[in-house]
Structures are given as structure tokens and as C-alpha cells.
């Protein structure tokens, strides 16, 4: 290949290496022994490959609906080709009367069947016959075809490469027992077969061979990450349940615990006991009872005579925390403060010096916490709610202050997704809470449009009259923060003229007031000062009011699910019915109404989890974005997710039994990590 077209497979595909061209997977086989008649389409006809002569090109149309339009005709019938874009050069590319080969995806316009922009090849029959292989067909850009490299081409430049090279240089990476016990190919094989399978089997066994490979390499990595973190952070040892974490079960723990929290407390203490740092993800869903698992935790620090801090990411919730903590413990002795920015001057300082004194046993706290200024005598426990707003950098920070690693037990809001916390948080150890306490009762969630609207506030002022609240939340989208805050007021003269004071008290909370005027009103509503909260989404996590039992959503339509999800978790957490109403537009797009129906259909965060990730695909997950984790080049960690389950097994055994990868049989494996992309694991642990 030329320099000119080598610069271009560079610059626009990044195909710099033989690697890379191997790498660059075809997009789909073409079987030209497999053609459809046109006769065959019909009103679920989704792709098809068909083939005819074409006829009557035309172009119709002007500026932005000029189109050219050919038919297409087979001995059974006629179809509409239709092209809106590079109309010349399939003007002059394609000529009436000769036979083409077609493939695209059917739409239907006033019930005739179309295609637009197809692919297409004129149909010579020994291309059919002469070839024992399927047809790559590979992604390109405009620029290549312009110079002539077009899928076609890089079929043909892949096909030179692999007949230079032979399975040497693409030597086998997985053991053999592995390869043997899953009946996979060989590397080899598998990259030529996912260029030129001979059938769609071969092609199959291809992909499968390749994803697996994906899974099952960061899958050991990420196991070799979690095995040095066990065999070199060493962690303060909780070795005793002693004073205060028994008085405290005994006599002033309010409830029973459930299942769910007696088994994350038992593995929190395992972890906790061995000397080796934790580091565990705590997911349960919405009012599961995080808070006092944490509490529990921190207790059993104290009596092995060790400091624990909780950090939250807003002002609010560090000191509802605070609150909350201090009125559970207000009968122990033992020593709480709240640290953050707004802490003011002689408080800090008091509080700054019973930390390094070591008199104080817990502090909760903001980003505070982890300031310069902040040293702790002997710090064993961070517990970290909602590890979204934390970067890993911020968490470093926090480790830093100590002189051995503390544990760190990391919170989140809302349940993740099996896979991707397998994926994404796989160097983590993780505790599912899937269980709610006894009592709640189920949210009623409904969908209601905007006409609706007088009903629904009078569904309010009744519950209101019967001595409950309600949250009455409004969007907000970063991009237009002016428009945001005008809707948002126009919302609150609406809500006041439909509940007009004295008999009435509105709180208001939303990011532009300052933290005092903002905590006072949210003071005057959990004090049940005021009957209606009406606010952006500042509220939406971790705020705890039992006797709010309505919430409505305003645009509801402009939230993702788990945001929905965490929003409505501000209900039904006393003893009443509670009710979520989810107001919309009149019309909603397919992906809106969907998220709408999952809402109204289940309470379950871990099935909103599931749901939400597959409707916004892993690249979109908040915080997962840059992990790199998720960057697979075949495999997806949701259409695959069978596959993930199975490496992440294999790589489970394969490191139970040689976590240093010794074997003779896992040594290829060793070297391919050593040389190729998980240097930095391997060179840290040997
Ligand atoms: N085992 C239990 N039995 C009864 N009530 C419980 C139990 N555990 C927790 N609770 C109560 O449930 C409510 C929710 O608990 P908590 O605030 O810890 O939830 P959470 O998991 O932090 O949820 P969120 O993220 O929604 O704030 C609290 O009022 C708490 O007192």
C-alpha cells in the first residue's frame, strides 16, 4: 500500500499496525448463497439481502428531499431504492438493466416497501461461486471510499495480511484446559474466522472465542488487582466486638435487623479481621438500611480503638447524617462531630484538635474532610455514601491521612447493574442489600399528563388535610440553569395559588439559595413546619422524612431511571401508603415512555438497574465513563452478559488455584499480561 492510503487508514480508522488491521472487525458476513425474493418482504421484514435488475433511475425532489430512485426487480416482484446522499456518484455507478446485488433495511412508506441507501454490488456470478468463504463487510469512512478504500479493499488487504502470517504470530493466550473445557477455538482460528468463516457456525465459534478472550483478560486483571490489594494493604484489625458496639446492640438499636444487614455486617467483619485493608461496595437499594450498618461499623472501629469518618457529597446530607447518627448514639459515650466547609472557626479548630488527639471517635463530613488541615490520630474506617460524587483521586487522599490503609466501605445511592459493578468496580469487593425492612409498604407510582394537573393537587391537599407531606419535584438540566430556575419559580407560584397560606406552609430548596436559607427550609419541613417541600433535585438522595407520603415528578419525562428511582426512595418510608406521580408532556418518545412504564411497573432498584443500562448502554453510566473497564472492542457487558458470568468463573478458578500464574499451563497467560496490556498489575506483584 502506498503512503498516501497508508496516512488516510491511519488518520481514519487509527489502523496503524497489522494488529490494528486485524483488529478491525468486519461489521457483518455477506452469504450470497443466501438471497431473498422480493416477494418475501413483508411488514416485519427488518434487513434483506435481495438481488434484480434495476430500472427506472430517476431523481426527484428538490434541495433537501432531492433523491435518487431506482427499482429494483426480481422475477417475484419490485422494490424502491432510494438515495438522498452521493446521488452523482450513484447516478453514475449504477446503470439501468444490469444485475446488482442489494442489501439495506425495508421501510414502509404508504405501505410500498423501500430501501434506503442500500449497499450495493453489481452481481457477477463467480464472485457467488469462485469463493468458499462469507463476504466481510467492513466499516470505512466517506474520505476512504473517495480514494478508493472502501470496505471491499480492506477485505482485501486483511486477506493478504492473514495469508502472510501464520498461527505463530498470533499465539494462543488462554490455558488449555480452558480451551479444552469450553470447546473454544484457537486464537489463530478465531482471527481468521471472524474475518473469512467458511458458514455462520465458524463465525459464531469466531466471536464467541474473541468475547470470551476480552471477558476473561480484564476479568484476571481486575482479580490480580483485588489479590494485591489483599496480600499488600495491610488494614487495621477489628478483632474484638467489644463495649460500644454491644451496648449499642443491645440496648439502643431501634429495630431488628433484617437478613440482608446481618450478612453484610458478617462480611464486613471478616474483612475487617484479617489485617489486610477492605475495600467493599456496599449496593442496596433505596431505604434498605445503609445507614446503620455503617454506624455499626464505625462502632466496632471504637472498640478496637480506632477513629472512622463518613463523608456524603452535600452539606444536607453530611449533616442529616450528623443528626441522625448523634440522636442513635445520644445515650453512648461516645464522641461525634459534623465537619464542613460552613463549620465555623473555633468549632473547626476544636474539632481539628480532638482528631489528632484521638478524643474523637467519629467524624461525618463534606470534601471537608479530606483538606490538609484535617489529621487524624488513627484513622481505621472511611465510609464513603454515594461513590459517584467521590473520584478515586479524593479517595486516595483520604487514605493518605493514615498510616496504614483505613478500610474503606463505599455506599451507593442506587443499586448497579450486576454486570457492570462486575466490570466497571470488579477490583472491589462487593454486598448486595436486597432487602427492605419489615413494614413498608409499597409505593403506588402513576403516570399522569399535564391535564390532569387539578386532579393531582387535589389529591394533595386531601393527603395534606390528613396530616402527611409531599415533595413536589422540578428538573433540572445543567445546560440552561436560567430556564431551570424560571420554570422552577413559575412552579412554585402555581403550587402557592393552589395552597394559599396560612393554611398552607411551602418550603423551597434549590441550588442557587445559599446553604443556610437552603438547610432552614429543609429544617422547617422535616420538622413538619411546612406541608409541601417544593424543590430541584438537591434532595434527591439520602433525605429522610417518614411522614412525606406523596411525590410528584414534574417532566418526569426529563429523568433518567435511576434518578427517578432515588427521587421516589424519598417516599414511602414511614408507615403510610405513600404515592409517586409522574407528570409528562402529552407526547413522549419511545425511550421516555419506556422508562415511564418501568417506573409505574416495579419498586425494585436492582431491576431499574438492569433497565436503565439497557436502554442508555454502558458507556453512559455516570462515573463509569472513564474507567476504561468497559472498553471492549466485541463484547458487550449486556447483550453478552452470559459470557461475562462465565469468564469471570473461569477467572475465579483459575486464580484460586495459581494467583501468581506459575503453572506451566498459565504461563502464556503471564506472558501475554506481561508484554501486552496488563504490564502494571503484573509488575506490581512480582
Ligand atoms: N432493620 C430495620 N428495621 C426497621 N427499620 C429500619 C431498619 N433498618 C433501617 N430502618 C429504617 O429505614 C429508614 C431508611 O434507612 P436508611 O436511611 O439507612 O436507608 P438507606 O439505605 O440509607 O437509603 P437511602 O439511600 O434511600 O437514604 C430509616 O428510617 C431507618 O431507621
Known sequence: MGPLKAD????????????????????????????????????????????????????????????????????????????????????KNIHAGKLYLVFGKVAFFNGKAQITHPEIEPWVAETAEGKNFLEPVYPTTEKLKAKGLNGKQIGKLTMALIEMISPKDIPENLPNHILENLILLSRWEAYCFIHFPKNQLEYDKALYRLKFEEFFVAQVKLGLTRLRRHKHSK??????????????????????????????????????????????????????????VALLTMLLAADNGYQSCLMAPTEILATQHFLGLSELLKDMPVNIRLLTGNTKTAARREILSQLAEGSLHMVTGTHALIEDPVVFKN??????????????????????????????????????????????????????????????????????????????MDFIRSEIDHGRQAYIIFPLIEESEKLDYENLMDGYEHVKAFFPEPKYWISMVHGRQPADIKETNMKRFVKGDTQIMVSTTVIEVGVNVPNASIMVIENAEKFGLSQLHQLRGRVGRGSDKSYCILLTGTKLNNDARERIKTMCSTNDGFKIAEKDLELRGPGDIE????????????????????????????????????EELSSAENLILKNYLLHKKGKTVWSKIS
Open 623 to 658: 462515573g463509569t465513563r472513564q474507567s476504561g473497564a468497559l472498553n471492549f472492542k466485541l463484547a458487550n457487558i449486556i447483550s453478552d452478559k452470559e459470557i461475562l458470568e462465565k469468564a469471570k468463573k473461569e477467572a475465579e478458578m483459575l486464580l484460586s488455584k495459581d
Open 8 to 91: 488516510l487508514l491511519k488518520k481514519e480508522l487509527s489502523i496503524f499496525t497489522f494488529s490494528d488491521l486485524l483488529e478491525h472487525f468486519p461489521n457483518r458476513h455477506v452469504d450470497k448463497t443466501s438471497i431473498s425474493a422480493i416477494t418475501d418482504i413483508h411488514a416485519g421484514t427488518d434487513f434483506i439481502q435481495t438481488a434484480g435488475i434495476i430500472d427506472n433511475i430517476v431523481i426527484l425532489g428538490e434541495k433537501r428531499s432531492k433523491r435518487l430512485v431506482a427499482q429494483l426487480r426480481d422475477r417475484t416482484g419490485t422494490i424502491e431504492l432510494c438515495w438522498f446522499q452521493g446521488i452523482h456518484w450513484i447516478e
Open 379 to 456: 484513622l481505621g474506617l472511611s465510609i464513603i455514601d454515594e461513590q459517584h460524587r467521590f473520584g478515586v483521586a479524593q479517595r486516595a487522599k483520604l487514605w493518605a491521612k493514615a498510616a496504614i490503609h483505613p478500610h474503606v466501605l463505599v455506599m451507593t445511592a442506587t443499586p448497579i447493574p450486576r454486570t457492570l459493578a462486575m466490570t466497571a468496580y470488579g477490583d472491589l469487593d462487593y454486598s448486595v442489600m436486597d432487602e427492605l425492612p419489615p413494614g413498608r409498604k409499597p409505593i403506588t407510582t402513576v403516570h399522569r399528563n399535564e391535564m390532569y394537573r387539578v386532579k393531582v
Open 235 to 292: 488494614g487495621a484489625i477489628f478483632e474484638k466486638v467489644g463495649e460500644y458496639f454491644n451496648t449499642f446492640y443491645t440496648k439502643y438499636l431501634p429495630f431488628e435487623l433484617t437478613g440482608a444487614q446481618k450478612r453484610v455486617l458478617k462480611e464486613i467483619r471478616t474483612d475487617t479481621g484479617r489485617g489486610i485493608q477492605m475495600n467493599r461496595l456496599l449496593q442496596g437499594d433505596v431505604g434498605s438500611g445503609k445507614t446503620i
